[in-house]
């Protein structure tokens, strides 16, 4: 089993920047590629980054490439999400998720945390 606890979210203005945590404990989390999803009001979940165990592979949704970073810090147990020139369709629920294959955790990760509210006003 691995826990996954969000934060970072919050208020933000369009154009700025937030940075997002989530913070593993479990099973060894350098063995799990890591992913960010979000899901905005009366959408469906949606990809937005995924990291590989090593740091070495990185993927992104068109939406976000450029804008958004994904990172993670595996002596900490902790998978970031830096997003700068935040627009307003950026609006969502953003949810850490993990898996032991990079290419599961871009589509159909096992685990998922409890999500954060990013909020970008216009």
């Known amino acids: 089993q691995v826990r996954l606890v969000e934060s970072g979210g919050g208020l933000v203005q369009a154009g700025g920047s937030l940075r997002l945590s989530c913070a593993a404990s479990g099973r060894t989390f350098s063995s799990y590629a890591m992913g960010w999803f979000r899901q905005a009001p009366g959408k469906e979940r949606e990809f937005v980054a995924a990291i590989s165990w090593s740091g070495k592979r990185t993927y992104y949704a068109n939406s976000v490439k450029g804008r958004f970073t994904i990172s993670r810090d595996n002596a900490k147990n902790t998978v970031y999400l830096q997003m700068s020139s935040l627009k307003p369709e950026d609006t969502a629920v953003y949810y850490c998720?993990?898996?032991?294959?990079?290419?599961?955790?871009?589509?159909?990760?096992?685990?998922w945390g409890q999500g954060t509210q990013v909020t970008v006003s216009s």
């Open positions: 998720a993990a898996d032991e294959a990079y290419t599961a955790v871009q589509i159909s990760p096992d685990y």
